[in-house]
């Protein structure tokens, strides 16, 4: 069984969330989903406005993810994928080359275009709507 790791935030979740968890899920067997912390989203300069319990619950409703826990720190990229004895780390190409120092192989998705959690808060903040 070939398993997939992904990380992500998933603020306000999106149409771009969605096509990365599918495109994972059909490079392997078995999906698992590490999903930031509220305070290392601070710590990587963004606040989210979904708190993690409730972003929790969404990705664990996505029928493409198999399994989810919390991740706590970039650095420990490595160890999560030793622990989840994970083959592959799939992630969006806004990463690209960031974590090509962990122990499998990882690739690197072209982002869904024309939409991201910044656009969208930038879009409400504007008033861009009826
Ligand atoms: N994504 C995408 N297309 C978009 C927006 C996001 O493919 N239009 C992808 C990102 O590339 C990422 C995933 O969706 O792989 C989650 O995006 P974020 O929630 O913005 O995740 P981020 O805060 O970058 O956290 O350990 C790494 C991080 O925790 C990733």
């Not at 603020?11 to 999903?35: E, M, P, Q, S, T």
């Not at 990587?44 to 993810?65: D, F, H, T």
Request: with cysteine; aromatic share 10%; hydrophobic share 40%.
């Amino acid at each position: 069984m070939k398993k997939i790791i992904t990380f992500g935030t998933y603020d306000l979740f999106h149409i771009g969330h969605l096509n990365i968890l599918k495109r994972a899920k059909a490079l392997g067997d078995y999906l698992i989903v590490g999903i930031s912390s509220d305070e290392l989203n601070i710590k990587k300069g963004k606040k989210s406005v979904i708190p993690l319990e409730e972003r929790v619950e969404i990705i664990k409703a996505i029928k493409y993810v198999d399994e989810i826990f919390i991740e706590d720190s970039l650095e420990l990229k490595d160890e999560y994928i030793k622990k989840y004895n994970a083959d592959l780390l799939v992630m969006g190409d806004d990463w690209k080359d960031k974590f090509n120092w962990v122990s499998c192989p990882v690739i690197y998705l072209d982002r869904t275009p024309n939409i991201s959690t910044t656009q969208i808060k930038e879009y409400i903040h504007n008033k861009n709507y009826n």
